[in-house]
């Protein structure tokens, strides 16, 4: 069976990027006789409002989408993700990380080898460690490509791979080589929400059937964790399909940050889902 989702963050309202994206999934899904999915990933506390998530899913109606119920809303799953977390750290393959993102970005700047060293920081002096907890810091947990690794022997730890239907940024396509040394060791829960978004979306992804991931290239190197999650925890790892991300007329790709024109925006000028579903290309 063919499952495919799209996974808004309701950190804002959508803009053209974001229905390039949903409308690439979905007509996916319909050209397989699949299911497409529709996942709210609002973990982040501080970003997500449920105003951007009413806002979004009526964005997507006016695009023309319908969607398998139920929405998955990943807040309210809190406890398997937790249940996911407690096992990795049974296994003895997280570790605490009190260190401010400051604290990393300075490290980084530091490192004698490069980026990818530093966003290893490793565990913390076991009476530091003490301390710290003692004073009631509060500390993500980060999992340990060193353990990992140890966890599922080299053999395994060779054998990542994932296979790519569509492209990476640079290309890459077919049978891929996961690589999850250029991550780093990643926080696996955060401070604020006690999951984070690697391990939330390879769970869902696992729980929900997902047969195929069809995302922005923006993710593409998000995907060499995510296969060793999966290793790690016994999921399948899907098939995946980046897709180009869609630039405006500057050549720019469309982004939250640089307030680009919202689809909210572009309904109140009077412009028709069926013109704006065909300047993206449906
Ligand atoms: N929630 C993520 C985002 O909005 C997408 C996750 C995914 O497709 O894997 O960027």
């Known amino acids: 069976m063919f499952v495919t989702r799209f996974a808004p963050s309701p950190t804002g309202r959508l803009h053209k990027g974001h229905a390039f994206s949903a409308l690439t999934v979905w007509r996916a899904a319909r050209a397989a006789g699949g299911r497409f999915l529709l996942r709210i990933e609002d973990i982040d506390p501080t970003r997500c409002r449920p105003e951007f998530e009413a806002g979004i899913l009526e964005d997507l109606r006016w695009l023309g989408l319908d969607w398998d119920r139920p929405v998955r809303r990943q807040s309210e799953h809190l406890a398997e993700y937790a249940a996911v977390v407690g096992e990795l750290q049974r296994r003895g393959l997280l570790y605490r990380c009190f260190r401010t993102r400051k604290e990393i970005l300075d490290a980084i700047g530091d490192a004698p080898h490069g980026p990818a060293d530093a966003v290893r920081p490793g ?22 490509l060193d353990r990992a690794r140890a966890d599922l022997g080299e053999r395994s730890w060779d054998a990542l791979a994932f296979v790519e239907e569509g492209a990476g ?22 401070k604020d929400a006690g999951t984070a978004y690697h391990l939330a979306v390879t769970h869902d992804d ?17 995907t060499h964790i995510q296969v060793l999650i999966q290793a790690l925890m016994g999921w399948p790892t899907p098939v995946y399909r980046h897709h180009r991300l869609l630039t405006g007329p500057d050549g720019r790709r469309f982004a939250k940050r640089d307030n680009s024109v919202t689809l909210a925006q572009l309904r109140a000028d009077g412009v028709a889902p069926e013109a704006l579903r065909a300047e993206v290309g449906f």
Do not use: M
Not at 169 to 190: C, K, M, N, Q, S
Not at 206 to 222: K, P
């Open 123 to 144: 565990p913390h002096p076991r009476a530091e460690e003490d301390r710290l907890l003692a004073e009631g810091r509060p500390y993500a947990w980060r999992l340990s």
């Open 169 to 190: 940024p640079g290309g890459e396509t077919g049978r891929i080589r996961a690589r999850p040394e250029t991550a780093g060791d990643v926080v696996l829960a955060r």
């Open 206 to 222: 696992a729980l929900q059937g997902v047969s195929h991931v069809i995302r922005g290239e923006d993710l593409f190197e998000a």
